[in-house]
């Protein structure tokens, strides 16, 4: 028996479209697509997220080692060995974590004695950015005590910026085609710590 509006070619096909297997099969098509972007979205979003958690792990923990260190080594003109300490207690971290450090342990932070501040920026393959390590040793912090006295408070400042590679941008052209979405971002984590010394 012909399927109605087929002709004698496309009838065993025309059956076969029909069926409730092939409904299936080609809504099944239709939403794939959206389903990939979903789950790499949901994907990458979470590596985003478990990334500044470590980031963030990895600057308190700088911090809180620099922070036990006295700053008269700060004034010497050459790296100080607490800001040393710091930057390369942040780097064990990151590769301990298995975090591409993008040669962060390859560099030599630069700085001042006057500003109290040293900078490290790394960007080896295959990270897709840079990755700046800040470490401020005479960040001022004013705290309000009894009968609202403010007094500043001498702490160590330790932040750093991560180029985060997402994999959204390749999958949301299923999609759309011809979408550009940003291939990195910047994510951040800073800590600030009193200094003890």
């Known amino acids: 028996m012909r399927a109605r509006g087929c002709g004698d070619r496309l009838n065993s096909f025309c059956a076969v479209v029909r069926s409730t297997e092939a409904s299936q099969l080609l809504e099944f098509a239709v ?9 790499v979205g949901i994907f990458d979003f979470g590596g985003a997220f478990n990334l500044k958690h470590q980031l963030g792990s990895a600057v308190r923990d700088g911090a ?7 700053l008269d080594d700060v004034t010497l003109g050459t790296l100080p060995s607490s800001v040393n300490g710091a930057w390369q207690l942040v780097d064990s971290y990151l590769v301990r974590a298995e975090i591409n450090d ?15 501040t040293w900078t490290s920026t790394a960007n080896s393959s295959p990270c897709t950015g ?17 009968n609202s006295v403010t007094t500043d408070v ?15 941008s390749k999958v949301i052209q299923l999609l759309a085609p011809g979408t550009t979405y940003g291939a990195t971002i ?9 200094n003890m010394n």
């Open 130 to 146: 840079n990755l700046t390590l800040t470490i401020e040793r005479a960040y001022m912090v004013h705290a309000s005590g009894v």
């Open 64 to 70: 809180r080692f620099a922070t036990t260190l006295s």
């Open 31 to 39: 939403a794939l697509p959206l389903l990939v972007v979903l789950v």
């Open 154 to 168: 001498i702490c160590t400042h330790v932040s750093i910026t991560y180029p985060f590679q997402w994999h959204f």
């Open 102 to 116: 993008c040669g962060l342990g390859t560099t030599v932070p630069v700085g001042s004695p006057t500003t109290y």
């Open 186 to 194: 910047p994510v951040a984590a800073d800590a600030v710590m009193p």
